[in-house]
């Protein structure tokens, strides 16, 4: 995976991918670090890693919770457009719906260009319901 994107596979990209491989939800920065073994890699490592790995695609920011953003890989999303994700309102939990597919909105207004699209649902999760 690292390899395809020409990224050189250091300790720490492979840590944290395979983190996210296993979680298999998206994660944030914090809970990261905390699953990576976090007496080798501090935060600023953490932090850079993320960043080259958006960078290049690997991993794509999925949505912002409790003011920190939770990181997934983007393997479940193409080239224009990330799976949506359903946020319950009563527990808070999200959930990624890959299965989902949505038409791809047309540009809003003029001088817009759309380069992702990312939908997020809000309501009740089975457990809630
Ligand atoms: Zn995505
Ligand atoms: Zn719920
Ligand atoms: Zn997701």
Redesign the pocket.
């Known amino acids: 995976m690292l390899k395809a994107a020409k990224l050189y596979c250091t300790k720490v990209r492979i840590a944290i991918l395979k983190v996210l491989i296993k979680a298999n939800?998206?994660l944030s920065q914090g809970q990261i670090a905390q699953r990576s073994g976090k007496k080798h890699f501090d935060k600023v490592t953490i932090y850079r890693t993320l960043e080259s790995l958006l960078k290049v695609g690997l991993v794509h920011k999925?949505f912002i919770e409790k003011r920190a953003w939770h990181f997934?890989l983007a393997d479940?999303c193409t080239e224009s457009q990330?799976?949506p994700?359903f946020t319950c309102t009563n527990c808070g939990s999200t959930h990624?719906l890959?299965e989902i597919s949505l038409p791809m909105a047309k540009s809003p207004h003029k001088g817009f260009v759309i380069h992702r699209q990312q939908v997020r649902f809000e309501g009740l999760c089975p457990a809630c319901a």
């Open positions: 939800k998206p999925a997934e479940n990330c799976h994700h990624c890959t």
